[in-house]
């Protein structure tokens, strides 16, 4: 079973940043009896002269470190993001250590750490078991009789964390967002994203396909199978069946599209020939709702059709795969390097293997999160982090108060509807007000592979026992040692995780402007993801609803396109372009929070004249804060990846793309006609 994925600036997969050295303190900085002498907080070691900031801004403030620093060996991109998810690895590793060490009355979370870190560490019995902790999952696959068993043990398998074709959510309803709702989505691929499948003319794309068809034979090989070739043919085959009938990315972005109610007892109708009770049964979902929200419904009766026609052999095959592919980081080193041999190397360019103890401190996490996260919060996350952010947070929302009011392109009735929108903005920060309970999860020091199961099943049914009860409204859909931000439109609630409030995105001694350029624009983003494509369709109660007149909608969507032409145009490697579509909704968002945060920070000086400081002006370093936020580099299969699956622009792209449509860093910078920063104003898309 799986959680729908929320609108989020997903920063560690879409940005991967680079580690910017602490500047030393400018003897340039206002003081008063009052101030501390703060930092620019810009890595000005970095710029290099050679390059006009007016020509390639990202390349002038990072250039010195895009020439010097190289991507470790075993990470698929480097930067800024990256190094503070390092950072925190190296927290959470004495964290668990030392509760290891402790030890703990069983039962309790520092049990069941120590102990789930332990059995992941314990190497020498993971190559004495080898693939025998999984042994009764493939015995449950191997005995299928007839297809009319599939619906349940693919409702079981999904509860486990294996990848089949569909799978459920749970959420808020998004038309009455007061209850919970099982969302059925579209699944099954392995790689990430059906062109993989069905861009045979794509030289990159086809030798991926391949090599995967390779890695599914050794698979299938190690486990046992006594006919890896031939069945590693079907298995690629079936699911190049399914890429076909998938909905594209750009397609999963309209949620107006993907809401559609259907009774339980009318499953059958939409997709018939398939166990329905049987999977409802077996799901968990049968007398616990009435009604499901099916994300795909071409999908879903097209895929019961693929299903009908498609062998037992090659179900059975594809499962077995699902599931070994799924536990292999689990299990013995033949299986962990057969799996990061395609995964690592063939689809993200990453040369080595994540160190053990690194892979076992995310093996935790995943597994008890918030457990490991109160922790943390404990021990690196100060009181005085959060007092500052919860100011940022009120300048910002407050420059979205103001700019709203002045906005030529929505009228007055629609201006009303989203101050109220923005009057039930929801922050948390930090950390939640109440944590997740994980004392039905059993942990064994000796049982890696049923630990990582048992985490998954607490997991889901923690899910599933939601629904029919009111909604938490202080829940957290990501843990407080996470380096991201999200905004929820189903809650309207925008959510920024200890781990990210750090340099470069919050510097505490630094002066303001860096950190409206850095953490500032993250907050501005975050909101503005309320009023983008996507998150305006959602009205202040996190229902669907259309509060926009024709007039409204008209004017943003002629903005949007100029956007999405914009990006379009980008092309991050040779013949591959950024997707506009795909990327419209964090376009508009990076776009907008910068814009916000420019309108905040100066709210904040409330009149008087920013500090110059390291020979820059505050507006110059506010737009030096966004560039070296983004400032990374990332391996050519992981570019492709991200163009090809993910809903963000890669960095340099989000970096310049965004200046260039900014009034303010034109003036900056002195950016005139000619120079290739420029934009005409015509051209230039301004939504806040």
């Not at 059993?442 to 998954?456: H, S």
């Amino acid at each position: 079973m799986k959680r729908f994925a929320l609108s989020a600036l997903s920063l560690a997969l879409a940005a991967c940043f680079a580690h910017a050295a602490p500047a030393a303190k400018s003897a340039n900085a206002a003081t008063s009896a009052s101030r501390p002498v703060l930092a620019s907080g810009i890595a000005t070691q970095y710029i290099d002269p050679a390059v006009r900031p007016q020509n390639d801004f990202f390349a002038h403030l990072n250039g010195k470190w895009l020439q010097t620093v190289e991507i470790p060996a075993d990470q698929a991109s480097w930067g800024s993001f990256d190094q503070l998810y390092e950072d925190s690895l190296t927290q959470l590793r004495g964290i668990i250590e030392k509760v290891a060490a402790k030890g703990g009355a069983g039962g309790t979370d520092e049990q069941r750490i120590g102990d789930f870190y332990a059995s992941f560490m314990d190497e020498p019995r993971l190559e004495q078991l080898g693939i025998a902790p999984l042994k009764g999952e493939l015995e449950r696959i191997a005995a299928l009789k007839d297809k009319s068993e599939l619906p349940a043990l693919l409702a079981h398998l999904g509860k486990i964390g294996v990848n089949v074709p569909f799978d459920f959510g749970i959420h808020q309803d998004n038309k009455d967002s007061t209850k919970y709702v099982a969302d059925i989505g579209q699944g099954g691929l392995a790689m990430p994203d059906r062109d993989y499948y069905l861009k045979d003319d794509d030289a990159k794309l086809a030798d991926a396909k391949a090599k995967y068809e390779q890695h599914v034979e050794r698979t299938l090989a190690l486990a046992g199978n006594g006919r890896a070739v031939f069945d590693a043919r079907s298995i690629v085959g079936f699911e190049t069946e399914i890429a076909k009938i998938q909905w594209t990315k750009v397609e999963l972005r309209d949620p107006i599209k993907a809401y559609n109610k259907v009774n339980l007892a009318d499953l059958d109708k939409l997709a018939p020939g398939y166990g329905w009770k049987s999977w409802l049964d077996a799901a968990g979902l049968s007398g616990k709702t009435t009604y499901v929200i099916v994300g795909q419904p071409s999908y879903l009766k097209a895929f019961v059709e693929l299903s009908n026609k498609t062998s037992l052999d090659t179900w059975k095959a594809y499962l077995s795969m699902h599931l070994v592919d799924a536990y292999a980081g689990y299990l013995s080193k033949a299986y962990v390097d057969e799996r990061f041999g395609f995964y690592g190397k063939t689809l993200s360019g990453t040369p080595e293997l994540e160190p053990r103890w690194k892979r076992g401190v995310g093996a935790v996490e995943r597994a008890q999160g918030e457990a490991l996260g109160k922790l943390y919060v404990a021990e690196y996350f100060p009181p005085e982090r959060k007092a500052r952010m919860e100011a940022l947070v009120k300048n910002l929302l407050a420059a979205y108060k103001q700019s709203i009011d002045k906005l030529d392109w929505m009228s007055p009735a629609t201006r009303k509807e989203a101050q109220a929108k923005l009057a039930k903005f929801t922050p948390k920060i930090g950390y939640p007000n109440k944590w997740k309970d994980y004392s039905k999860l059993v942990v064994k020091r000796e049982d890696l592979v049923g630990n990582v199961m048992r985490a998954r099943v607490v997991a889901a049914d923690r899910e599933i026992d939601k629904l029919g009860k009111p909604i938490d409204r202080d829940e957290w859909g990501m843990t407080p040692q996470t380096v991201n931000a999200y905004y929820n439109p189903e809650m309207n609630e925008i959510v920024f995780p200890a781990a990210i409030l750090q340099p470069p995105f919050f510097d505490a001694n630094a002066d303001d402007a860096v950190n409206y350029g850095g953490i500032g624009a993250v907050i501005g983003h975050e909101i503005s993801h309320g009023f983008d494509d996507q998150g305006a369709q959602y009205d202040g109660n996190g229902n669907l609803r259309d509060w926009w007149s024709k007039a409204d909608h008209k004017n943003f969507k002629a903005k949007t396109a100029m956007l999405v032409n914009q990006y379009n145009a980008f092309e991050p490697l040779p013949g591959y372009h950024v997707n506009g579509e795909l990327t419209l909704g964090e376009n508009i968002a990076d776009n907008s929070g910068l814009a916000i945060a420019t309108k905040a920070y100066k709210i904040s000086l409330k009149g008087k004249k920013a500090p110059v400081i390291d020979g820059y002006t505050g507006e110059q370093r506010l737009y030096m804060g966004w560039a070296q936020v983004w400032r990374a580099k990332m391996r050519e299969q992981q570019t492709i990846a991200q163009i090809k699956a993910d809903p963000h622009s890669p960095d340099a792209f989000r970096a310049n793309g965004t200046l260039r449509n900014q009034p303010g860093f034109y003036e900056a910078f002195g950016v005139k006609p000619g120079d290739k920063m420029y934009l005409a104003p015509k051209e230039r898309v301004i939504i806040w």
